[in-house]
């Protein structure tokens, strides 16, 4: 099925005209393993390792940026050649960009403190708690 992934994205950069020569701009936010600044200064993780992989194949050059979530976000939505890379696929988002992927598997799980509730029987029962996230997050 990752093969299927891989080939889909190499087709479709493929044929867009405009990506080569000019190259993508990625961006992406530090959320480790998935993306994040390596001890050398390169951006690398799991998620940007398999998107370098994939453009070194296609013979695409492109820069990497590491951004606050929420305003790489909007810059790939608003700009041209500007892609984003790790997201969530969610309906709200769906009709903004153009999808690829998935790249990754990452299931979402609550963390309590030491003091906090031993167990919850289901996301509903946590409503009664406060729970904390970041503007534009799909998880939030």
Known sequence: MLRLYRTALLALLWLTPAVHGAGLRLLTEDYPPFNMVQGDGRIGGL???????????????????LLPWLRAYNTAVLTPQTCVYSTTRTEAREAQLKWIGPLVDNPWVLY??????????????????????YAGDAEA
């Open 47 to 65: 998620s940007t390792d398999i998107v370098r992989e994939l453009l070194a194949r296609a013979g695409i050059g492109y820069q990497i940026e």
């Open 112 to 133: 309590a403190r030491d003091d906090g509730p031993a167990r919850l029987a289901n996301l509903e029962a946590a409503r009664g708690y406060r729970i904390g996230g």
